[in-house]
């Protein structure tokens, strides 16, 4: 089975070729980062134009990338959701029209769903499996007992984390994206901000960020001039840490699993990635290398190829076709 996918969810453009479960042929990405840094954050009309402006050329590129001839592809795989529907729809009207012309079909894969597979490239999944989705809009506990079958456990009742990483960098006026930034600056700094850690305890597996962000935005009203960014950067760190900590290991104590994987933008932070080392070495943690921590298409083609395999009569389908297949 030979996979061509799409994401163009947010602001990364990105085309990859996948052969069977896991072997990449070839993946090419445009991101749109320096172009909103300037912003603070994502114009939607604006990443949906560069979207276009890029997306056949990155097909192209793919293709001769991977060496492939487009005849020789299975189907076309393209992210359907969620993102910022400008955005997603000129991936899947490319996707759609790539794939009418070559008469393959093409089929929606969760966006999210793409994010879980990135640690399938990794390590095959052992199920029970449990995955923490933490990226720019989505903080989700998943407890999968199969390929394909999500089901969430936790999730935050206001930000993602992602988001309040975005938010109180803006508020330190770093740059966006904030994740990094703060991550970086986390290192240089002491915890001296004594900001809350949200456990919710009476709301079991689910998480909250708002009031975590709420608390550095007072701090920064009150002392603008003297605050200082490094020490607030380990502070915040830290208690996002320690909620994440605490709350995986309310999850150990509910659910026996035989793989934890961590994924999503977040998941490149190298706080949460020594903080898992150093409190849960024991258990088996998968974490993507950084570049299938953030948006990629190899993720949705990693999808794709379980979608199709336990449906090829393909429910998901956006374009029809027969599909040529074999699954090696
Ligand atoms: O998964 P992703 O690329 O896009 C979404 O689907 O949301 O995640 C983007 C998010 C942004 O909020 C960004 O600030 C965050 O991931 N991020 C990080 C780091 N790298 C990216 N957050 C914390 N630390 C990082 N190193
Ligand atoms: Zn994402």
Redesign the pocket.
């Known amino acids: 089975m030979i996979i061509l996918a799409i994401e163009s969810?947010?602001d990364e453009t990105s085309v990859a070729i996948l052969k069977g479960e896991r072997e990449i042929l070839a993946h090419v990405l445009v991101s749109q980062i320096d172009i909103f840094k300037s912003f603070g954050g994502v114009v939607p009309e604006m990443a949906s134009r560069n979207h276009v402006s890029v997306i056949t050329k990155l097909i192209d590129e793919a293709l001769n990338q991977a060496n492939i001839q487009p005849s020789e592809l299975s189907f076309v795989a393209v992210t359907k959701g969620p993102g910022l529907i400008g955005s997603l729809l000129v991936g899947i009207n490319a996707a759609t029209a790539f794939a009418y012309a070559h008469h393959i079909p093409v089929i929606g894969v969760n966006?999210l769903a793409g994010?879980i597979y990135s640690a399938n490239l990794v390590q095959p999944f052992e199920f029970p499996l449990l995955a923490l989705l933490v990226?720019?809009?989505?903080t989700e506990l998943i407890y999968m007992h199969d390929h394909m079958s999500f089901k969430i456990i936790g999730e935050t009742l206001d930000d993602a984390v992602?988001?309040a990483?975005?938010k109180v960098a803006k508020m330190l006026g770093l740059g966006y994206?904030?994740?990094?930034l703060?991550?970086q600056k986390a290192f240089l700094g002491k915890d001296t901000y004594q900001l809350p850690r949200p456990k919710l305890e009476s709301h079991g597996l689910n998480f909250s960020f708002s009031g975590l962000k709420s608390a550095v935005a007072n701090i920064v009203g009150k002392e603008r001039e003297k605050i200082d960014v490094n020490n607030m950067c380990t502070s915040f760190q830290s208690a996002v840490m320690d909620v994440i900590q605490y709350k995986l290991e309310k999850t150990y104590e509910t659910y026996d699993v035989k793989q934890t994987i961590i994924v999503?933008?977040?998941a490149?932070?190298?706080g949460l990635r020594m903080m898992l080392e150093k409190q849960f070495s024991s258990k088996n943690i998968i974490v993507p290398p950084l570049n299938y921590?953030?948006?990629n298409a190899v993720m949705i083609a990693a999808a794709a190829y379980h979608q199709y395999r336990l449906n090829p009569n393909f429910k998901d389908y956006i374009l029809g076709g027969q599909a040529n297949l074999s699954l090696d």
Do not use: F, L, R, W
């Open positions: 969810s947010c966006h994010h990226s720019g809009g989505h992602g988001e990483y975005d994206p904030g994740g990094p703060i991550d999503g933008g977040v490149a932070n190298k921590c953030t948006d």
